[in-house]
């Protein structure tokens, strides 16, 4: 018999080669080949995210030449590509780096005409390592805005209209820089819901809101005061509501898909599996009750499987290192540790290899790890408190480790029991 851990963990993989980029779009460009506009144009792609590498390489196995193509991704996931520049910005919070791959960007869309098509390969992570701030605000300003927002415990789409309004490249921001080129978008979902406005914040598509809306939601989020001044003036100013070109946007793979493929592979394992949530979002403490309800509803005398997938926040009150899947398996191992029977496992991880700041991709709870973190030295609670999971798991050996997977489809969540 296997191990839960190793079980939890083979789901998890599953769930990433589900969300396989190549194979998407190697799928979608089977159904829609690409050409220029013209005999005397050419095709500029451009791979924007955590999953860009992939999709860039299976790109230009798949789009004939003439072509120009950038690549910006995460540095874990940054590899030379024939055929094509690679820049690294920076994630969750943008950097120097991450400003450097925006004004990359938009040079090379400087450069289209009337006769030229644009291909976007858009994946998670976009919005933070491609950054072109707005008119009037500078790298400093966004980097402020996007801390504040990491901290505040905001949904994913309000933080995405706040950064749609301060940037020259979200919100649509590519189809005006790319005009009058044709723009066709190939887009891996990261966000649940799939609203492709707040995937990488929606570079192809309409803005999720306006200025006005963006500085209601800091007010009520009580982070207005937080912003730096010149993003309060910015946000006071309304702008008129852009008229964007047109664009072609195709959605190849989603967190739906990977809870399904999950779902399949527990039953056939032979577990009794249920999809207990695809929108598993708001904070951590509020999903552990969700998941904690699921667990204590679901039959004792089989051995039962759990599904999850979302994208929850973490309010944050400490200063230490963590994420929120890691966060939300040392809330899970806090609590079952005395709520839960049975010999149970959990398990949460981002399904791009990296979980916040830190090298893991999530955390695994079991009935142990609680007292696990104490026995080897440390204070689980005060960590918790602090917001350091990553030091409280790894006391319990309890991180899950992956390294970058070239995917992003938010997280999973898989809660494994096997009968008393």
């Not at 220029?36 to 590498?53: F, M, N, T």
């Not at 927002?149 to 706040?162: D, P, R, T, V, W």
């Not at 005060?382 to 006391?395: G, Q």
Request: charged residues 20%.
């Amino acid at each position: 018999m296997t191990s839960l851990r190793q079980d939890a963990k083979t789901l998890f993989e599953v769930a990433v080669e589900r969300a396989d980029p190549a194979q998407a779009l190697r799928a979608a460009l089977q159904d829609q080949p690409l050409a220029p506009l013209s005999p005397e144009g050419q095709i500029y792609i451009i791979a924007i995210g955590k999953a860009a590498v992939p999709m860039m390489r299976e790109a230009l196995t798949l789009i004939p030449a003439p072509h120009q193509a950038l690549v910006v991704t995460n540095p874990e996931n940054c590899c030379e590509i024939p055929g094509a520049r690679v820049l690294a910005g920076s994630h969750p919070v943008p950097d120097q780096a991450s400003a450097e791959a925006g004004q990359a960007v938009m040079d090379l869309l400087a450069q289209t005409s009337a006769q030229d098509r644009v291909v976007a390969l858009i994946s998670g992570g976009g919005s933070a390592l491609m950054v072109a701030p707005a008119a009037g605000l500078s790298l400093a300003d966004k980097t402020a805005v996007n801390r504040a927002l990491l901290a505040s415990g905001l949904e994913i789409n309000e933080m995405n209209l706040i950064r749609q309004q301060l940037s020259q490249l979200k919100g649509g921001g590519l189809l005006q820089q790319a005009a009058p080129a044709a723009v066709q978008a190939f887009i891996l979902s990261d966000v649940i819901g799939d609203d492709l406005r707040a995937i990488a914040s929606g570079p192809t598509v309409s803005a999720l809101g306006s200025r006005a809306e963006a500085q209601s939601l800091l007010k009520n989020g009580g982070i207005w005061q937080d912003m730096p001044e010149t993003v309060k003036t910015h946000f006071a100013t309304e702008a008129p509501k852009p008229v964007l070109p047109a664009a072609q946007n195709c959605l190849i793979g989603s967190n739906r898909h990977s809870l399904d493929a999950m779902v399949q592979a527990a039953r056939a394992a032979g577990w009794q599996t249920t999809l207990a949530s695809d929108h598993l979002t708001g904070d951590v403490s509020a999903a552990v009750e969700e998941i904690l309800q699921a667990a204590k509803a679901a039959p004792k005398d089989c051995p039962i499987a759990l599904i999850f997938g979302g994208e929850t926040t973490v309010r944050l009150v400490g200063d230490g290192r963590g994420g929120r899947n890691q966060e939300l398996a040392l809330r899970l191992a806090q609590r079952g540790a005395t709520e839960l029977t049975g010999d149970w496992l959990f398990l949460s991880g981002g399904t791009d290899g990296r979980d916040g700041p830190t090298d893991a991709a999530g955390g695994i709870a079991t009935p142990k790890t609680w007292a696990a973190i104490a026995e080897a030295g440390a204070d689980p609670a005060a960590l918790l408190a602090n917001n350091d999971s990553y030091a409280a798991l790894k006391a319990a050996d309890a991180l899950l480790m992956t390294g970058g997977t070239g995917t992003n489809v938010a997280d999973v969540q898989v809660f494994l029991r096997r009968p008393d």
